[in-house]
């Protein structure tokens, strides 16, 4: 187990790339004792002393609720949860579960881990939860009658629709779950982060190109969040895209939608059978 000079836990999804390796850094420098949950063990061996790796396929119901439990018996108090993993596939995978892949990671497994770990964040004095997502951008849909994208995959598709997934799931934490962690939702704008390999070369080469013109350093956009872990906002709900509050009534934030999902959500994970989340 890690150990940490000011005894508070942050954990983090995806804490092995880009954003989410950035944040475990920031605050295991601030003394935090960090959990940086990835699936890649080589990239869990780069990460410094002080940070505990547990790998995890976040793809996975069944390992998504395993590292849970994990962190549950090993850390009983939590003071934040940073969810940043996430994905890009240009083709359609299906996962051990029969789901979309990035349906899977990006959304799935954010709202496992919240409900998962909800009790060890409402044993800490300030608890936290931020969701790294896309609030604020109102392009994309949930896919009601193809949730999984069977018919109609594409990329930018399966990416909007999780990240509208993510909005709702903010929405329906912090109304629903009876936590005393405050949910952010927050969209960082472009950044120089995230693992480009699984996307074609040339549109890999266009993006690091466009990087280098336009994209924010991983350390200013993972600033607000290191500061949210230290002082979280008041409100149940904040949503913060590229530094400016989102209002709460955009249509993307819809309280019915949010409910309806996780309405879904709870049905999806009870034909998978009895987990150790919090969700029906």
Request: net charge positive; glycine share 8%; hydrophobic share 45%.
């Amino acid at each position: 187990m890690s150990t940490g000079t000011n005894g508070r836990v942050t954990v983090v999804s995806g804490g092995t790339d880009g954003m989410g390796r950035a944040l475990a850094l920031a605050r295991l420098a601030r003394g935090d004792r960090v959990v940086a949950i990835g699936s890649n063990p080589d990239k869990g061996r780069t990460l410094p002393d002080g940070i505990t790796f547990l790998r995890a396929d976040l793809t996975s119901i069944a390992d998504t609720r395993r590292v849970i439990a994990t962190v549950r018996e090993r850390w009983p108090v939590v003071d934040a949860l940073a969810l940043f993993a996430n994905r890009t596939t240009p083709a359609r995978v299906s996962t051990v579960d029969g789901l979309e892949a990035t349906f899977a990671l990006y959304y799935l497994s954010r709202h496992l881990l919240g409900h998962g770990l909800r009790d060890a964040l409402d044993r800490a004095p300030a608890p936290v939860i931020v969701n790294v997502a896309g609030v604020g951008i109102t392009k994309g849909a949930i896919q009601w009658d193809d949730l999984q994208l069977r018919r109609r995959y594409r990329m930018i598709t399966a990416q909007l629709q999780a990240g509208r997934a993510n909005d709702l799931l903010g929405v329906d934490f912090a109304a629903t779950s009876g936590a005393r962690a405050r949910y952010v939702l927050y969209h960082p704008g472009f950044t120089r982060s995230g693992d480009l390999s699984p996307l074609p070369a040339p549109l890999r080469a266009a993006i690091r190109v466009a990087a280098k013109v336009a994209a924010r350093p991983v350390e200013a956009s993972v600033r607000p969040v290191v500061d949210w872990i230290d002082a979280p906002p008041a409100a149940p709900l904040t949503a913060i895209d590229r530094g400016r509050s989102v209002p709460l009534d955009l249509p993307t934030l819809d309280p019915a939608a949010a409910a309806r999902l996780a309405a879904v959500t709870a049905e999806l994970l009870r034909a998978t059978g009895p987990g150790t989340d919090d969700t029906p």
